[in-house]
């Protein structure tokens, strides 16, 4: 089993910048991937920003140039740097990873830009 618990969500003026953080815990043998997912009101979730083990990243059209994801494979920790924020990125905010085939998520960081 794997447990992952976000922080650094918060309010923030458009415009602004955060950090969220994820780290992963518990039995872990080898994390792939890792990456952030987020789910605004009334619309379904999406893929943010994912890395691979490896180093490879992707993001979806929306945030590139603004948003930087990143990864500490010793500490098992993915961080999305978030810059240039809008009020359409407000939106919980969730990290997943993926482990010997198992997905899993953590419970969500509030983002809330304001305009």
């Known amino acids: 089993q794997v447990q992952l618990v976000e922080s650094g969500g918060g309010l923030v003026q458009s415009g602004g910048s955060l950090r969220l953080s994820c780290a992963a815990s518990g039995t872990i043998v080898s994390i792939n991937v890792m990456g952030w997912y987020r789910q605004a009101p009334g619309k379904q979730r999406e893929l943010v920003a994912a890395?691979?083990?490896?180093?490879?990243?992707n993001y979806v059209d929306s945030v590139k140039g603004r948003f930087t994801i990143s990864r500490d494979n010793v500490k098992n920790t993915v961080y999305l740097q978030m810059n240039s924020l809008k009020p359409e990125d407000t939106a919980v905010y969730y990290c997943?990873?993926?482990?010997?085939?198992?997905?899993?998520w953590g419970k969500g960081t509030l983002v809330t830009v304001s305009s």
């Open positions: 890395a691979a083990r490896g180093g490879s990243t």
């Open positions: 997943a990873a993926e482990s010997s085939g198992v997905d899993y």
